[in-house]
């Protein structure tokens, strides 16, 4: 989501995903339908998610795309990693790339 579409300048929203419609009986999927219609309806007043910063990264070639050291120290007295991929050793984010920060 961030490597493609933010990275592109999107703003991501938090993913509708539904699992095996092809194989879920019909009742099943009119749900999954009412649900996405559902969502479709306020999807212009949803939160995006939130992403680590660009800026905390060196995006050099000698940099090797790595997050930079003081964004690891600025990171260090946080209870939680930034994402999967940046956890830092520590947990992960409860709202990570799943949904959006509380308001």
Known sequence: MNG???FCGFQVLAPQIF???THSPPEARRAM???WQERLGGV???KPL???PSQ???FSFEGGFR???EAKEKCAAEPYGITTGHHLGKPLPPNNQTKPKPI
């Open 67 to 69: 997050l930079r050291p």
């Open 33 to 35: 339908l009412e649900s």
């Open 4 to 6: 493609v579409l933010r």
């Open 50 to 52: 939130s992403f680590a």
């Open 44 to 46: 212009f007043t949803e």
């Open 56 to 58: 905390d990264f060196d």
């Open 19 to 21: 699992w095996c419609p």
